[in-house]
């Protein structure tokens, strides 16, 4: 083959509307890249990463050390700069200290001085409170000044880790500043942690303050329960193969279930999570982002435009239960003992008033009124202090229609599933029914699994680096738009009104699977939970 | 756990890995690929390392073929290793005698069914490893120019036997620098004139990366020779003056750009491991190296 750089020959484009797409985004062609050339990561231009709430846990457990961990891979660009502002009386060495050992601590690829010398470089800090109008404007001369000494390109990116209530105050500072604005030269993008609001209002008047100031596609929704990494291996698995499609529908799957439980408690989020709970926490976001990924047609590309289009197609589909006092149920975790230790129960934790009605354990059914789904009911279910750490997707498919042994042989061979692990471990375990060895005739479910060869290895990107990368690169497919939050707020608002209109959430024992209503709301449907 | 068979066979080794999977409870079941490594009794403790670290990204069945005392009565001693370097199977296989010559009879049977075949030879590479009876059953072969005695040649000779899947660690190597050279032009930059890669004499990654620069840039990109370690800078000359990155100490590059401050990044060089991991990332046919060898060749 002759191809020279210009005419990438063998590339004809399965799908033209895919490149085409990727034209209008490429701008002058950079003669040393070539698709095929796949070896060559891509690489962040020249920007400036500013962070509000840089002493958060989040900050220091998992941003801080993202960032290091791609300058680490070579995937931040020369010049790289790291602003952090909080009401800390800090010089930029105190900051790039508290990085630092932040980096140590949590890094997940081996430290090494070179890297974090050329990325110390980079840090500074400016003190000052969100109301500050004297500190945003040292904010701003602080970028513009690591522009000249950094050719950082007037690139600014900022990353809003801070409790939604103070968004307003920061955005209008943004703007107030003139941070906000490129005025044609370099990109400005913003980014914001869930929760996305509290409600459909709420979401919709966080959206509108952040309109005003910055561009839709400048604003970058990131969930950090839902990596890339996920969503990707969802994809493939559903559209790379050709075996699991012809029965990922009502014809052969009997209901699914989303799970996704956690073993701590609220910990130190007290005032973060009461009054919102487990079902605005991460069914909202996070497993109705998995529904639609479950559920969805077939994206005509796999680009962010077509891929939020089956989404958003989905989720406007998802039916809530005709009566939700039977197709919802709720719980709060009372003291136990859970992995081996006696822990308290959620309304005994610091900062939790007594008659807290803040549910800590969700689970709902829901339906997707579409062709290949009618009939297939979805089961949530989100939990804190439950026997373990686990988030996954199962289909259970219905039974054979017809077995040709006799019920002796059999009885130990429960439903087929396929399930998706997400985390820890992630993989797919498909449950099947297999022969015991052995001279009888008996058949006995068996588990075949498939662990991602990734999962073991320090060079996977964890999901926060990827997502900074994303930003920093400018590219938006996986985060969800403010539409698929609104629809989000769409299927909760109801139950959550329901559910504050009169009933009190039902107490479950620390370390057990749940509340028994939720047993009951399966059982009505003469199915159960997957054990936890 | 560890199983050494004396004076043995495929078959004997077939099942004794079976038996350790069972023993063990199954750990190797997700293997993605089986890697050849071909190898002498001195190199291969290294080169297994690597392998079984690049293991932990690319659960794989490597089987380590040492040839030893070629005049001596064909004998076949297999140390396998299951369950201990993480995940994967390692099996030594070491041959005495003629059986040395035939060697792929060896590793045929012991190929894991139904994925890949990679083969590696850390050394010394054969002429054309295509044709080599342990190169003809891999989709991707590896050779690594850098450790034979003259680097450059040695390439060129695999540039006249280059077939689809052949690759070099020595190209491998490359990834960081041309990773780092393309994001440098992600922005607009002024007209390149000529170039220049400067590193120790016998560095093949250098004369790749030169070819490489050439080919894709149209230009004349000269070969110039420092002290190292490895490449120490590559630089354009422009109408405004010189580009460069430069990394003198191995560990952190200077970009240097007319009228900009100069920018630092890391650009540390990489073990074995990580090179070996990431030629196993991919295991279609490298196009881009295929044009970059053909493109040297057209220069020497």
Redesign the interface.
Known sequence: ?T?G?GSPEGLAPANPGVIAGLDELAG?V?????P??????R?A??CVLVMFGVTGDLARKKLMPAIYDL??R?L????FSFVGFARRDWADEDFAQVTYQAVKEYARTPF?D??W???S?GVRFVSGSFSDDAAFDELADCVRKLD????T?GNYAFYLSIPPGQFPTVVQQLKRSGLSDSGGHGWRRVVIEKPFGHDLASARELNAILDGVFPPEAVFRIDHYLGKETVQNILALRFANEMYEPIWNRGYVDHVQITMAEDIGIGGRAGYYDGIGAARDVIQNHLLQLLALMAMEEPAAFDADSLRMEKEKVLSAVRLPADLATGTARGQYSAGWQGGRQVRGFLEEEGIPADSRTETYAALRLGVDTRRWAGVPFYLRAGKRLPRRMTEIALIFQRAPHLPFSATDTEELGQNALVIRIQPDEGITVRFGSKVPGTAMEVRDVNM???Y??S?????PEAYERLLLDVLIGDPPLFPRQQEVELGWRILDPVEDFWASFTKPDQYPAGSAGPASAEAMMARDGRAWRRL | MTIDLTDTTTGAIHEALTQARRRMGGPA??M?LTLIIVTDESAQYDAVRAANQAG????SRVLAVITRRPKNESRLDAEIRVGEN??GETILLRMYGPLGQHADSVAAPLLAPDVPVVTWWPDDAPPAPRSDPLGTVAQRRVTDAAASDTPLETLLTLAKAYQPGDTDLSW?RS??W???????????YPELLSGEVLAEPDNPTADLIAAW?G????IEVRRGESGGPGVTEVGFETPDGKVAISRP?G?????S?PG??E??????RRDTA?LI??ELR?L?P???YA?TLRALAARH
């Open positions: 083959m191809a750089p002058p950079n003669p040393l890249r070539d095929r050339d796949r070896r060559i990561p690489v231009g020249p300058a680490n070579g931040l660009p020369p010049g090494r070179a890297v010398e050329q990325l470089e000249a000494e950094r050719g390109g699994d498939f662990a060869g990734e073991f290895t320090e060079s996977s | 079941s997700g993605v932990r990204e690319h659960p993480g995940p491998t990834t960081p041309r990773s780092l050279l393309a994001a440098t032009l992600d922005q607009p620069l080919h894709r840039l149209g100490d560990r952190t590059a200077t970009l750009w900009r401050p920018r630092r990044v890391a650009l540390h990580e991991a990431e991919r279609e490298d196009e881009v044009e």
